[in-house]
């Protein structure tokens, strides 16, 4: 199956912070590309969505200005979470789709982030 | 609004049968899928359902009944290393573009 990888694995912040998050497909182009959010025990909550060459679309409730989304090319989609705080540790999980009428979505290994 | 219904923990013995049921409540629907997650890991795809019916895949099993907003995961023959966290995520589509929201999860632990 097709491969997505997702760049660091865990990362620990001092509050104030900004981390960006990297996401990769390895062997096919992503059209489009999702960032999720997992506090421990809960389900993966969708943040946004990003097309290639586009601005993401993201949920109600999620700040675009402290989830910066950025999807430069069709194999690399990046997060920052901006200004980072306590709260916003979690596990940050990308998943690609190829489009074309191919609808699976691969999931990235996930990004633990623990803010200091 | 969009809101996936699935138990919250199911507890099973190993070589036994499990059902995992989700019901929905969406707009633009375009099939239920079915996610494996261990605890720490990303969720991994099972199985998905477009159309009514039952889909196989070795021992885990799926079905999907549009009408009732209702679908399940059977698990059979279960083993130490299916204890995980199964998610039911709906595909939807909106404004032509395709969104999977997952349900809160079904937490599995099988028992020897």
Known sequence: ?116 | GQSLEQPSEVTAVEGAIVQINCTYQTSGFYGLSWYQQHDGGAPTFLSYNGLDGLEETGRFSSFLSRSDSYGYLLLQELQMKDSASYFCAVRSRMDSSYKLIFGSGTRLLVRP
């Open chain 1, 1 to 116: 199956g097709a491969v997505v990888s997702q760049h660091p694995s865990w990362v620990i912040c001092k509050s104030g912070t900004s981390v960006k998050i990297e996401c990769r497909s390895l062997d096919f182009q992503a059209t489009t590309m999702f960032w999720y959010r997992q506090f421990p025990k809960q389900s993966l909550m969708l943040m946004a969505t990003s097309n290639e060459g586009s601005k993401a679309t993201y949920e109600q409730g999620v700040e675009k200005d402290k989830f910066l989304i950025n999807h430069a090319s069709l194999t690399l989609s990046t997060l920052t979470v901006t200004s980072a705080h306590p709260e916003d540790s979690s596990f940050y999980i990308c998943s690609a789709r190829a489009g074309g009428g191919q609808e699976t979505q691969y999931f990235g290994p996930g990004t633990r982030l623990l803010v200091l």
